[in-house]
């Protein structure tokens, strides 16, 4: 197993905490929460790559004696319940370790070197912006510091084969000093494209949720496989570029894997009063062909939209053309549209008129070829 470093610049609009939290004194537990503000970190609106809905998973750890590690990934907020014990200590909401102890009672503490360890596999490769290692709850158990190595393995290695010493491992966030009950963010400046991640606690303590923002990167030989695939869907390295409205629940929901499987797992947006439409920017996987077109509005009864179209263009500067006219939409259900002969494209706009929710979006078609050299170009560049 060996390491590359990799240059890491101070991330000046990224807050830095230190140190234990007040202990918990009733009340709301999230009341002292530290964390970057209402606007987030700069790299939140990129979707969660460890998103256990892509199929991310905590493959191993050394240690998980107090709480498992497969909690590092649940998409809620960590819960805390003062009350809960069990034969070994707190129930906490994250993955902890015990206390490392060192050799004997002359040297009592850990050397500088131990820490724990837990392997991630990303849900969905890809290039990384930033990490969240959040302690919630972890007041004054949580890790001193902190590291989180990346590395780039195809297929579904072991926990023993990642180890292996001929596995490269890059420096994502360096060993930092981190803070109790905190929200601990790290911008990443690799421009390379990882599949598994290391997080490191040194030397030993509790984590709540691990968050890591970026760019989805698919595999150009897999994609090439499957020839006709969703060109919008996030695992396949489609993302939404903007939208015009946020405010019940994020757009980037349309192309997550499966069905929603309830209101607020689909794009929901404020009610709109007088003129103008709603609306969400996609950037497909690459330049491609769109055969099909499935707009599902499920669970969304009272509050789906009531019509919506589709406009694509090819390019940053393209002009939009019309690949589906405004069409009535109904509630709770799964539309699908056939397109003939539907242009080029790299990017698609919904447009929902005037306003509501939209669970799923899903764009079936095929790579150009210009498509897949970019795509395949893309890969190696990131060096995959």
């Given at each position: 197993?060996?390491?590359?470093?990799?240059?890491?610049?101070?991330?000046?609009?990224?807050?830095?905490?230190?140190?234990?939290?007040?202990?918990?004194?009733?009340?709301?537990?999230?009341?002292?929460?530290?964390?970057?503000?209402?606007?987030?970190?700069?790299?939140?609106?990129?979707?969660?790559?460890?998103?256990?809905?892509?199929?991310?998973?905590?493959?191993?750890?050394?240690?998980?004696?107090?709480?498992?590690?497969?909690?590092?990934?649940?998409?809620?907020?960590?819960?805390?319940?003062?009350?809960?014990?069990?034969?070994?200590?707190?129930?906490?909401?994250?993955?902890?370790?015990?206390?490392?102890?060192?050799?004997?009672?002359?040297?009592?503490?850990?050397?500088?070197?131990?820490?724990?360890?837990?392997?991630?596999?990303?849900?969905?490769?890809?290039?990384?912006?930033?990490?969240?290692?959040?302690?919630?709850?972890?007041?004054?158990?949580?890790p001193q510091s902190v590291s989180v190595e990346g590395?780039?393995?195809?297929?579904?290695?072991?926990?023993?084969?990642?180890?292996?010493?001929?596995?490269?491992?890059?420096?994502?966030?360096?060993?930092?000093?981190?803070?109790?009950?905190?929200?601990?963010?790290?911008?990443?400046?690799?421009?390379?494209?990882?599949?598994?991640?290391?997080?490191?606690?040194?030397?030993?303590?509790?984590?709540?949720?691990?968050?890591?923002?970026?760019?989805?990167?698919?595999?150009?030989?897999?994609?090439?496989?499957?020839?006709?695939?969703?060109?919008?869907?996030?695992?396949?390295?489609?993302?939404?570029?903007?939208?015009?409205?946020?405010?019940?629940?994020?757009?980037?929901?349309?192309?997550?894997?499966?069905?929603?499987?309830?209101?607020?797992?689909?794009?929901?947006?404020?009610?709109r009063r007088g003129t103008g439409?709603?609306?969400?920017?996609?950037?497909?996987?690459?330049?491609?062909?769109?055969?099909?077109?499935?707009?599902?509005?499920?669970?969304?009864?009272?509050?789906?939209?009531?019509?919506?179209?589709?406009?694509?263009?090819?390019?940053?500067?393209?002009?939009?053309?019309?690949?589906?006219?405004?069409?009535?939409?109904?509630?709770?259900?799964?539309?699908?549209?056939?397109?003939?002969?539907?242009?080029?494209?790299?990017?698609?706009?919904?447009?929902?008129?005037?306003?509501?929710?939209?669970?799923?979006?899903?764009?079936?078609?095929?790579?150009?070829?210009?498509?897949?050299?970019?795509?395949?170009?893309?890969?190696?560049?990131?060096?995959?």
């Amino acid at each position: 197993m060996t390491t590359a470093d990799f240059p890491h610049p101070p991330g000046p609009d990224i807050p830095r905490f230190t140190g234990d939290a007040t202990p918990y004194g009733g009340g709301d537990p999230y009341a002292d929460y530290r964390t970057s503000g209402p606007a987030g970190f700069p790299f939140t609106h990129l979707p969660d790559l460890a998103d256990r809905r892509l199929g991310a998973g905590v493959t191993a750890a050394n240690d998980e004696f107090f709480a498992e590690r497969e909690n590092l990934l649940k998409p809620e907020p960590a819960h805390f319940d003062p009350e809960a014990f069990g034969h070994k200590g707190k129930i906490m909401d994250g993955w902890e370790t015990r206390r490392r102890r060192g050799t004997d009672g002359t040297h009592p503490f850990p050397t500088d070197e131990d820490h724990d360890w837990a392997l991630i596999r990303l849900g969905a490769p890809g290039v990384i912006r930033g990490i969240i290692v959040d302690t919630a709850h972890f007041r004054g158990n949580y890790p001193q510091s902190v590291s989180v190595e990346g590395t780039c393995v195809e297929g579904s290695p072991s926990p023993e084969e990642l180890l292996a010493d001929d596995v490269t491992w890059t420096t994502l966030v360096p060993r930092t000093a981190i803070g109790g009950h905190a929200a601990n963010g790290f911008a990443v400046t690799a421009e390379r494209r990882f599949t598994h991640l290391r997080l490191n606690q040194h030397p030993d303590g509790g984590v709540a949720r691990l968050r890591v923002h970026g760019e989805v990167v698919p595999a150009p030989r897999w994609l090439a496989a499957l020839g006709t695939f969703d060109l919008a869907a996030l695992e396949n390295g489609g993302q939404v570029e903007d939208a015009s409205d946020r405010f019940y629940s994020s757009p980037t929901n349309t192309i997550q894997p499966g069905r929603s499987r309830k209101m607020d797992d689909g794009w929901e947006t404020r009610r709109r009063r007088g003129t103008g439409n709603d609306w969400v920017r996609y950037r497909l996987t690459e330049q491609s062909v769109i055969r099909a077109v499935e707009i599902d509005t499920g669970y969304l009864k009272g509050n789906s939209a009531g019509w919506a179209a589709l406009l694509g263009r090819d390019g940053e500067s393209g002009d939009w053309v019309e690949l589906l006219p405004r069409t009535r939409l109904q509630p709770d259900t799964v539309h699908r549209f056939l397109l003939d002969d539907a242009p080029a494209v790299t990017h698609v706009r919904m447009d929902i008129f005037p306003d509501g929710g939209i669970a799923r979006l899903r764009l079936h078609g095929s790579l150009t070829e210009q498509g897949s050299r970019q795509l395949a170009a893309r890969h190696a560049e990131l060096g995959a």
